[in-house]
């Protein structure tokens, strides 16, 4: 059980990152809750019905209103958790979008090319510039911590999808940006590690539900089923709880075996 460690976790007001955020809560975490999505009223959805989850759970839970597409707002997004919890232990890049619209990539327009790669790349790449001193300070202070960066990137990183190439595309440069700073960061002390998801049912798969229904069924996932935000959480979990101290740059596939090749 981990003890007053602090987890910030981007997007964590639904899907994927909700399904971290509880996990990492269920293990002891204190956790602080960016998204660009921040209604205190709505305690039905968003980051304030995931605080009221946490609390279930005897968790702190930091809701912070933050756009992670933008640099400007990482150190105010930093310094809320460092005001209100004094330390930083594990950063959980999550956030993420799906092109608005499915394009062919013989169509793909420069303004969808930047919308995802600016939320999916751009951001997390520069947020973890900002959130190394953070990681390091709080290690500095503990002998005992051990910091870690989780980039959740996606099977797309490295599986063709001809009709959202700017998603495949965002996702491979996320998953170099993971391996680059695992090497820069490897004698720091913090451990740097993918997760890649493969379908998973939240909002953002909503629109490909029957589609993706049907090749379950048909036999593409070899576990046969949709994968749930929770399988990802506990992947984090895993990972997050010191038990990989030697394995930095570790990817974490979490696809029901999509990565099986099969005859
Ligand atoms: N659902 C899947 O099948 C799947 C598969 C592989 C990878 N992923 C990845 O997992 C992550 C989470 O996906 P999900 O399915 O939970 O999506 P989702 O759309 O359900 O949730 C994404 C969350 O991120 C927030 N967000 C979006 N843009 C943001 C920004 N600029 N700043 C801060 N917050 C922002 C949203 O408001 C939302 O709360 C994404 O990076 C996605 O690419 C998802």
């Known amino acids: 059980m981990e003890r007053n460690r602090v987890a910030l ?3 964590a007001g639904r899907g994927i990152g909700r399904g971290i955020a509880l996990e990492l809560a269920r293990i002891g975490f204190k956790i602080a809750g960016c998204d660009i999505l921040y209604e205190p009223k709505n305690t039905r959805s968003g980051l304030f019905e995931v605080r009221g989850e946490a609390a279930k759970l005897g968790a702190a839970f930091l ?20 005001a209100e919890y004094g330390r930083l232990d594990v950063l959980v890049h999550n956030a993420g979008v799906a092109p608005e619209v499915r394009t062919d990539v013989l169509q793909t327009t420069p303004e969808s090319f930047d919308r995802v790669m600016g939320v999916n790349m751009r951001g997390p790449f520069f947020l973890t510039q900002k959130a190394v001193p953070r990681l390091l300070e709080t290690a500095a202070g503990d002998a005992g911590v051990k910091p870690a ?23 491979a440069a996320l998953s170099m940006a993971a391996r680059i700073f695992a090497d820069r960061l490897a004698e720091s002390g913090i451990n740097v590690y993918e997760v890649r998801p493969g379908l998973i049912q939240t ?13 379950i069924a048909a036999g593409l996932v070899p576990q046969k089923r949709w994968g749930f935000p929770e399988d990802v959480g506990k992947a984090v979990a895993g ?9 930095t740059g570790l990817i974490l596939e979490v696809s029901g075996g999509m990565d099986i090749r099969r005859l």
């Open 63 to 82: 809701p912070i209103e933050g756009d992670v597409s933008n640099p400007a707002e990482h150190d105010r997004i930093l310094s809320a958790v460092l």
């Open 203 to 215: 909002d953002m798969t909503v629109p490909v539900r029957e589609k993706y229904d049907a090749l």
């Open 239 to 247: 990972l997050v709880q010191g038990y990989f101290p030697y394995s």
């Open 9 to 11: 976790i981007t997007g």
């Open 149 to 171: 960066i989780v980039f959740i990137t996606s099977i797309s990183a490295v599986v063709s999808s001809t009709a959202r190439a700017e998603y495949c595309l965002s996702k």
